[in-house]
């Protein structure tokens, strides 16, 4: 009697601009394909879906998380093979163990971005599951980039439709430099991966604003003063509060979000607590704009 069963689930809504909760779901269990469908559309419509109260091992994690897709390698970083045999999944935490980092981004603030948009190849979501979380902070931030486009002012829609924007691949969303990039100051010798500021999404057919990261972007073709001038913009519009949701973690939440049309931040929170997640990501796809979805 093993044979996945067709569960109930609930799908509750923050009440928020995005995110919901799914009910009544054991991810360590066998799915059928009707319960995955029904996730995945409350996934297109939501952007951010959280499950509580789970109790995943890496092995059911990955195997979860490639119901949505092949899964990317986790990007180098210090501990990595110490501390998790999985390629597939990157450890984000502050622990220190002899010393040393065991994963990603420490106890600082992150600031809004979309994971990797530096990359030719975005992931086209990623999935975060928290095993220690500190007493306070550490709160995860979502924004919803569809209502940011959807909300731009018409005449700003069209300065922004034929142009595209190059993403800071010198520094992680913490905003530390990475190993082996020069530390530059003008964002046109910024490096990274050049892609449309807006963004059609290959299932929705919906369009989301694709800022990235703000540090050192640059949009190609314009004065600098000018790409400074629309980025700030376009970023004090899409970081408004009303866009955004925010998870104050339990252990055993699993988040999952929608890196084409969301945006996430993380607060900073004390170095001398303790945070452990596990996160992994689905494969990426390029970035485009189909013109046919905006009315000539
Ligand atoms: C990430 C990320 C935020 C957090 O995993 O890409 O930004 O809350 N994490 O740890
Ligand atoms: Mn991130």
């Not at 390698?73 to 163990?97: C, F, L, Q, R, W």
């Not at 596990?278 to 990426?284: E, N, P, S, V, Y």
């Amino acid at each position: 009697m093993d044979l996945p069963s067709t569960t109930r689930i609930t799908v509750k809504p923050t009440g928020a601009s995005l995110a919901a909760d799914v009910i009544g779901i054991d991810l360590t269990q066998p799915m059928d394909e009707a319960t995955f469908k029904q996730i995945e559309d409350a996934w297109y419509q939501y952007l951010v879906l959280r499950f509580r109260d789970q109790h995943l091992d890496d092995p059911r994690f990955l195997a979860f998380a490639r119901r949505f897709g092949e899964l990317d390698k986790a990007p180098i970083h210090a501990g990595k093979d110490v501390v998790n045999p999985y390629p597939e999944i990157t450890v984000m935490s502050n622990i220190k163990v002899d010393g040393k980092a065991i994963g990603n981004l420490g106890h600082y603030e992150a600031e809004w971005h979309t994971d990797m948009s530096y990359n030719e190849l975005t992931p086209i979501g990623s999935l975060l599951y928290s095993i220690e979380v500190p007493p306070a902070g550490g709160n995860t931030g979502f924004a919803n980039m569809y209502e940011a486009y959807d909300t731009l002012p018409a005449e700003l829609k069209r300065t922004i439709v034929s142009l595209q924007c190059r993403h800071d691949s010198s520094r992680n969303s913490a905003g530390e430099l990475r190993k082996g990039f020069k530390d530059i100051s003008d964002p046109r010798e910024a490096p990274g991966a050049i892609h449309p500021l807006i963004r059609t999404h290959p299932a929705t057919r919906r369009n989301a604003l694709y800022l990235g990261r703000r540090r050192n972007a640059y949009i190609i073709g314009l004065p600098l003063d000018e790409s400074e001038d629309l980025l700030n913009k376009l970023w004090a519009h899409a970081s408004q509060e009303k866009f955004a949701w925010y998870q104050e973690w339990k252990v055993g939440d699993l988040i999952m979000w929608d890196n084409r049309c969301a945006m996430h931040r993380r607060d900073a929170f004390d170095p001398e607590s303790r945070r452990l997640m596990h996160r992994t990501q689905i494969k990426g796809d390029k970035p485009f704009f189909d013109p046919a979805t905006v009315a000539a």
